[in-house]
């Protein structure tokens, strides 16, 4: 019985990889140049994501032009069934890029490709096209963690993307409060040091006593020597104080790097978790 129950749960938890097609997303007051080019790049994201999927060349290649026409106009029933057999996928990513005035609106969904079941969704607006294309990485980290939940399934991280866990972007400038307070503590150091020989003057008699005009003036002066040494040492154990916080508490972050070319142009994107 026991061995029965282990075995029932093992095949409940399924290893295989999470394959997704993606045909092209639909594009309103977009030029249509850019339409493979988001499909591709929103593609290349879920596969960083550990999603496996299918961008519209894989598909026409498997499919063949006259079936694909047929097939990729289909979101819902059968049509969508046969689309989930004939790719052997276990979801359809189905989505559109709007462009209203200076805002662009994007909407996505994977659907099952057994039921048509929603798997997950995602919407997000960007304003402009540069954010849009930066905003990819997001829609795709959300959209696997929520397929991976529906389906119970663990999501399998491409081998040939790496991935570098590096210091987080808050660990990683900590060093600027750091050298603030270093300088703080150089200024407050040199002016505790002269707030210390002015007093040495004051005290010191050695021939000529001083007159009260010149007391009065060595008494202010070392006054605000002092001020400003003090001033320079809150700023030191501050800046100290701001740096071991963001040094141990900034974390760590996955750092995912991407080239995309579009149409006109050249678009480098940089992934990553905040800590």
């Known amino acids: 019985m026991l061995l029965s129950l282990l075995t029932l749960s093992l095949l409940g938890a399924s290893t295989e990889p999470i394959k997704i097609a993606a045909p092209s997303l639909q594009l309103v007051n977009i030029d249509p140049k850019l339409g493979d080019f988001y499909t591709e790049h929103l593609a290349q994201q879920l596969t960083f994501q550990g999603l496996h999927t ?4 894989d598909i026409a290649a498997v499919l063949g032009l006259e079936r694909q026409r047929k097939l990729l106009g289909c979101s819902e029933g059968d049509c969508t069934t046969e689309l989930g057999r004939a790719l052997g996928v276990d979801g359809i990513l189905l989505g559109s890029v709007t462009r209203v005035e200076r805002t662009y609106q994007v909407n996505v969904r994977i659907i099952s490709a057994v039921d ?3 798997l997950g969704s995602v919407s997000t607006s960007s304003e402009d096209n540069d954010r849009l294309v930066g905003s990819f990485s997001v829609v795709a980290q959300q959209l696997a963690k929520q397929v991976a939940a529906k389906l119970n399934r663990p999501l399998t991280l491409d081998s040939s993307v790496s991935v570098t866990t590096t210091a987080g972007t808050v660990k ?5 409060p750091l050298a603030v307070g270093v300088a703080g503590a150089v200024v407050g150091g040199i002016f505790f040091a002269q707030g210390a020989h002015t007093h040495q003057k004051l005290v010191t008699r050695s021939g000529t006593a001083l007159s009260a005009d010149e007391a009065n003036a060595l008494v202010r002066q070392g006054q ?5 040494g003090w001033v320079g040492t809150g700023v030191a154990i501050a800046g100290v104080a701001a740096a071991a916080g963001m040094f141990f508490l900034g974390g760590d972050e996955e750092i995912r790097a991407s080239v995309a070319v579009s149409p006109g142009a050249l678009s480098l994107g940089i992934g990553g978790v905040w800590p």
């Not at 605000?224 to 400003?228: G, H, N, T």
């Open 116 to 118: 048509a079941a929603l």
């Open 54 to 57: 299918q961008t519209p060349k």
């Open 172 to 176: 990683r400038v900590s060093w600027a």
């Open 224 to 228: 605000q020597q002092q001020l400003i």
